[in-house]
């Protein structure tokens, strides 16, 4: 779980807050500047040369070193019934097993595995605590399958030990569409790590996956591994700050106060625009037309292909994920929405707080300022547009949010985040989410061409 680090440094916006002579444009630009040597100081202090990967220097994926100005795989796929039948190796003592999300046993079985084992921020003072029913919504969307829903258990005593899963996504780069798997939760036993079975386990999912005759995968991690197509940073957004502070996610900083803190931080009570509301079943074919639009902005982006995507990734689901459209109260046109879920982490040995209450940003999208053209540039009366309604919709999902209790509203730098992260308070925090493909040659991603949210 990153942490805001706002509070123990002065932030980029702090930093530049103090700048009045300085215009948005201006600003803007420094604070991309100041942004890429952070990431670029942060990525060698963690990066190993690539003959020290000894897993990942046999993959297709591209070296550090190398650029790539094509789009395509780098590796061809092969006829299915060439691809190894059997599945990969595991040490004496350890079996494979499929887990049934349907299943409440398996289900559960999952969740507790997951969150005793799953990520922790590099001081471990949280740890991720997806929730059960996070786990059966995110995995299994439409056109999951169980076996791809991959587990390792000890052969004696059944104890689930590791854990990989996929799930299909119709991934777009630059204009080409490819259907990929989307990798994620992979987790291995603490008392099991270092011992190689994260490399077992990957060889793995890529030949279910290949099984299905899918070849390119994407996934993410905060881990630098070859080759980043693109690293954005998170940010945060305070919702109750005396209780971040508690926790240990932020501190007060020196010149502040809580008093101070409380009262910045403080939301209205309503949203504001006229027509927001909840989203529902009736919305599904404007807010898929709406979001795809939308998403045809970025160079890195998802495709929602049916409803039935919208009708499971989208529509509100209860404890999992929150989602709101604005109706234009004369055409009664959706004209935007936004959604976000909520992904909890357990506060390590603290005397009085053991869970934060995170809400992650997940997809949003607006018609406001956008050209008719898909994916086309905006002018700048149209960018001004675009920005303000956004800051609009995102001041009201954040409205949503604390309401639902959350205590921080967390987003990375990507899609047209930088449109609202400063005005809307957010502050940037001390982690880094890198965006990988598997055996897909493509260029490097700017974060702000970043369209997909994985969770
Ligand atoms: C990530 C995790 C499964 C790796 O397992 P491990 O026991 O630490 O490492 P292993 O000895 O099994 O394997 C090491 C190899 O896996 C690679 N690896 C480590 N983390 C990885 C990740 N998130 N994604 C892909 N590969 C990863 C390493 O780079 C190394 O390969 P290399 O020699 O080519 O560099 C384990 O640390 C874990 O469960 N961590 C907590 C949960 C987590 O962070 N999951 C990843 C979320 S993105």
Redesign the pocket.
Same mark, same amino acid.
């Given at each position: 779980m990153p942490k805001d680090k706002q509070s123990q440094m002065p932030s980029l916006q702090d930093l530049l807050a103090g700048r009045g002579d300085m215009d948005e444009e201006s600003r803007r630009k420094l604070e991309a500047l100041l942004r890429t040597l952070s990431l670029q100081e942060d990525d060698s202090k963690n990066k190993?040369d690539m003959e020290?990967? #000894?897993?990942?220097?046999?993959?297709p994926v591209l070296k550090y070193d190398e650029v790539s100005d094509e789009i395509g795989a780098i590796e061809p796929s092969v006829p299915v019934d060439q691809v190894k039948q059997t599945p990969e190796s595991l040490p004496n003592d350890f079996e494979w097993c499929e887990l049934d999300m349907r299943d409440e046993q398996d289900a559960k079985e999952l969740y507790d595995f997951l969150t005793k %084992? +799953? !990520?922790?921020d590099d001081g471990g003072q949280f740890r991720f605590d997806y929730s059960f029913e996070f786990l059966r919504w995110a995995l299994q969307p439409p056109g999951w399958r169980k076996d791809w829903l991959v587990g390792v258990r000890v052969t004696s005593t059944r104890r689930l030990v590791?854990f990989i899963s996929a799930i299909p996504v119709h991934l777009r780069t630059m204009d080409k569409v490819t259907l990929m798997t989307e990798i %994620?939760? =992979? %987790? !291995?036993?603490?008392r =099991?790590?270092?011992? #190689? =079975? *994260?490399? !077992?386990?990957?060889r793995e999912i890529t030949r279910r996956s290949h099984l299905q005759g899918i070849f390119q995968a994407v +996934?993410? *991690?905060? *881990?630098v =591994?070859p080759k980043p197509v693109s690293t954005c940073q998170y940010f945060h957004r305070s919702l109750n700050p005396k209780k971040l502070v508690e926790c240990g996610f932020s501190r007060v900083p020196h010149n502040s106060t809580m008093a101070r803190m409380i009262k910045n931080y403080k939301v209205p009570e309503k949203p504001a625009l006229e027509g927001f509301r909840v989203m529902e079943a009736k919305d599904v074919p404007e807010v898929r037309a709406l979001l795809n639009k939308f998403l045809a902005r970025y160079q890195f982006a998802p495709e929602f292909e049916s409803d039935e995507e919208i009708v499971h990734w989208i529509l509100p689901h209860e404890k999992v994920v929150w989602s709101y459209v604005v109706e234009d109260p004369t055409t009664h046109k959706i004209t935007d929405m936004v959604s976000f879920y909520s992904l909890p982490s357990t506060v390590i040995g603290n005397p009085k707080h053991s869970t934060l209450n995170a809400a992650y940003l997940f997809y949003y999208a607006t018609d406001k300022g956008l050209p008719e053209q898909k994916g086309g540039e905006l002018d700048e009366q149209a960018q001004a547009t675009f920005g303000n309604r956004l800051n609009e919709v995102m001041a009201d999902a954040l409205v949503m949010a604390r309401k639902q209790d959350f205590d921080v509203f967390n987003a990375l730098h990507l899609m047209d985040n930088h449109t609202f992260l400063s005005t809307q308070k957010f502050g940037s925090g001390d982690g880094f989410l890198n965006f +990988?493909v598997y055996n897909w040659r493509c260029p490097e991603v700017q974060q702000e061409k970043i369209g997909l949210v994985m969770l």
């Open positions: 190993k020290s990967h #000894r897993f990942w220097r046999t993959q %084992n +799953y !990520v922790e590791a %994620n939760f =992979l %987790n !291995v036993h603490k =099991l790590r270092s011992k #190689r =079975l *994260a490399p !077992v386990m990957i +996934y993410t *991690a905060g *881990a =591994l +990988y």
